[in-house]
């Protein structure tokens, strides 16, 4: 473990106080009018990702001692650490290794005694096999005919990454194919998900790091239902099911053939297994040959966040800005306006990336931290979010830094669509930062009692992101960027952004109430009188006609 002092005692951070009292009043307006060169100055670049942080409410100094900071913070140390497979997940004395999941063949990196690449590979082999014989129809149903939906089954780390990146990669993929995917343990999103598709033609992956999560042991079990009722005999789940998991022997406990089981490891945690087998709906979608360009893509960043300097890389920079206006401005959130339809769900995605990861309130330690951790993430694909909630971002009283996400091509161009789209990025970005003075509104002919109506502070922090266009390595790069963002900010503050205890408890509390629900004999209740009373008026209205 890295031993930094607590982090109001690190120099740098005091140092960031004082400072912040000094410019936390200065306004965009006048930072960008007494430094003009700022909007080429602060800016960096990696991988196809070009990161225009210049309005933000800092100045070379903020960047200088927010660098300070992490180095103080052991930063590069936490990163090597990382890197080379030390247990720095401490609650549960793991590695957090998911940067060994994109790993060249050529490299090595021995883990507890295991080349953990050597395993990646083998499983990336078996994926490539499969995926390839299920692409070309020579992986076939029970009754013979060639596989075309493919469902994944699997809730939090087994269900957003792959949605996501089927969302984002729809471009790329088999149109021949319909993919689905289904979490919510409400029977409604298993019904909507199979409607319409002949069980001979639909292959289920049941994606589950531990094959023990209650909602997708729950949907898999109605999938094998399903399948068995459609196809007359239990021989045909051979055919219809595969299973992405570490657990083998629940596996096979559910008759699934452990040869048709794609393995992964402890060291990946759920949020951070995209790039693992949990992928497997990814490359049966887009094909191996991408796939593989995605996961070049996020080794290619993760090689920038090793070693460019700390100054110059992006995911530090990113991970400190959020820092920066937690501890310092107080802000509560962080919006991530994606302008490209097909990042319709990152923002889903990156919520559990940096809301589990850093949603903690104890150091590794073990001591209360006496400062704010991680923001709640929120966000919607630009230009809807501006018919709608960018008004409180504009003018409301809550400071909200935002990124927002570009592309200089559209994948689909129609006429000036795209120009249009990306017009708004660059003035949502200018009006957030520069707003609108009163003199200005007035100026318009704005009647006296309408002009603080109109009156746009500005002075809200965007970061701008912007790439050429959304490929499989773009893809790859953008959400490593994002993870090693949440890794620089919760070494900063000095927690553990590798567990996730906090959802234990509401797990435990439901394995308990549902018997309850279930049972057909008033249950003897011994709750607190509020969960008493709303079991019991359930328990009322779901027995009336
Ligand atoms: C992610 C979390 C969590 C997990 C799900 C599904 O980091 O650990 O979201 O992915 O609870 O778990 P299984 O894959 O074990 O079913």
Known sequence: MIAAPPLRERKAWQALEHHHAEIGRRTLRELFAADPERGERLTAEAEGIYLDYSKHRITDETMRLLIELAEESGLPQRRAAMFAGEHINVSEDRAALHVALRMPATESLVVDGTDVVTEVHKVLRQMRAFAGKVRSGT?????????????????GGSDLGPVMAYEALRY???????????????????????????????????????????????????????????????DAVARHFVAVSTNAEKVAAFGIDTANMFGFWDWVGGRYSMDSAIGLSTMIAIGPDNFDEML???????????????AANLPVIMGLLCVWYGDFFDAQTVGVMPYDQYLKRFPAYLQQLTMESNGKHVTLTGERVDYPTGAVFWGEPGTNGQHSF?????????????????????????????????????????????????????????????VPHRVMEGNRPT??????????????????LYEHSVFTQGTIWQIDSFDQWGVELGKALANQIAPELESAAEPELSHDSSTNTLIRRYRRLKAMS
């Open 139 to 155: 992986w076939t149903g029970y009754t013979g005919k060639r596989i075309r939906n493919i469902i994944n089954v699997g809730i």
């Open 296 to 310: 070049a893509g996020f080794h290619a960043m993760d090689e920038h966040f090793r070693h460019a300097p700390l």
């Open 390 to 450: 960018y008004q409180l971002i504009h003018q409301g009283t809550r400071l909200i830094p935002v990124d927002l996400i570009g592309f200089a091509q559209s994948l689909n161009p129609i006429r000036n669509h795209h120009d249009i789209l990306s017009s708004n990025v660059f003035a949502q970005a200018q009006a957030l930062a520069f707003g609108k003075t009163e003199e200005e509104v007035r100026a318009e002919g704005t009647p006296e009692h309408v």
């Open 463 to 480: 970061s701008v992101l912007l790439a050429k266009v959304l490929t499989p390595r773009l893809l790859g790069s953008l959400v490593a």
């Open 172 to 234: 790329y993929s088999d149109r021949d194919m319909t993919f689905r995917f289904v979490s919510n343990v409400d029977s409604t999103d298993f019904a909507e998900a199979t409607r319409g598709l002949a069980a001979d033609e639909t292959l289920f992956i049941i994606s589950s790091k531990t094959f023990g999560t209650l909602e997708t042991l729950t949907n898999a079990q109605s999938a094998r239902d399903w399948v068995v009722s459609q196809l007359g005999s239990e």
